[in-house]
């Protein structure tokens, strides 16, 4: 597995981790056995990075993690990201205290059996959220109490990255950053690389769009995100589909599909697109040990031609631009 260095995170990760939302059992199918054997499979590809939350599942994604990294030897070599917030309820600026974050964070460690966490970020939380300078510094005493080691955010918008970049010691932004979305490509990815800080590609495959396997007539469980946030109405309407309306995402996947070099997939191709732009890892949500498998081998993707990222560009202009470029 390739690795990239962030410097503000202190440790080298794995170019490709994994996404693991799907086994906290909110929205997928997932059992408690088959959640081990996502984690092994993308363990034994060589993936050392898993993205959780305390939310997902309420807390079962990270249990989950807890007892795979319990079982390894070789532990220490895992790095854990997981964010915190969205517990509160309501869920406003005013719940971000010091007193919550201790809270969470306690849970989150004993979920994952660890004294410290690896890194803790900010689960979107409100926008005036990244422009508290007491939030911040309500994170450097987690640090200082052994909590965690670093922190990051977890961000909807450009603005929001941009805003979380200005604290000198941020450690990683996630954002939604996929063929399907570029607009992170213009300035949070050069300032993110600047000023050492890591930027972590969510929705890789923009929930599975940028596989290239569904149709107009594809359907989804009934307790599948991809059913009831199509509007947007239970959460953010990015984090469904990225933001694009189901039928132009697979008119548009169907161009990307036709564009995979032989031998490999439609998927692995949206995963080697994020690494030539240079993200520092990103984090495929996998169901089945199958697609952790491959996510994982698509840190050995070729370089895609000049020819081919243009066409990819031009795609993203002739079908997504309008529905998310102005939006996040
Ligand atoms: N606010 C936040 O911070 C936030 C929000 C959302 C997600 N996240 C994080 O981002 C991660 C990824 O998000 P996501 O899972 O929603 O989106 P994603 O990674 O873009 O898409 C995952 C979906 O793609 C399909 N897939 C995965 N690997 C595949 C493969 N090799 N071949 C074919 N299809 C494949 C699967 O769909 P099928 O189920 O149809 O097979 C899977 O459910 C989450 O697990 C979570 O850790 C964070």
Known sequence: MRTTTVPNLGRDISLVGLGTWQLGGDWATV???TAQQVLDAAADAGTRLFDTADVYGDGRSETAIGRFLAARDDRADFTVLTKMGRRADPHIPEAYTLDSFRRWTDRSRENLGVDTLDLVQLHCPPTPVYADARVYDDLRTLQQEGRIARWGVSVETVD???TALEQPDLATIQIIVNIFRRKPLERVLPEARDKGVGVIARLPLASGLLSGKYDE???FA????RTWNRDGKAMNIGETFSGIPFEVGVAAAREVAALTPEGWTT???ALGWLAQEGVATMIPG???PAQARSNAAAADF??????TMAA???IYDRYCREHVHHVF
Do not use: I, N, R, V
């Open 31 to 33: 059992g408690d056995e």
């Open 160 to 162: 929001e990255a941009l």
């Open 217 to 219: 007539h594809t359907t």
């Open 222 to 225: 009934p307790e599948d995100h």
């Open 267 to 269: 998927a692995q191709m």
């Open 286 to 288: 996998a169901s089945k």
């Open 302 to 307: 070729p370089e895609l031609s000049d020819a």
């Open 312 to 314: 990819l560009a031009d």
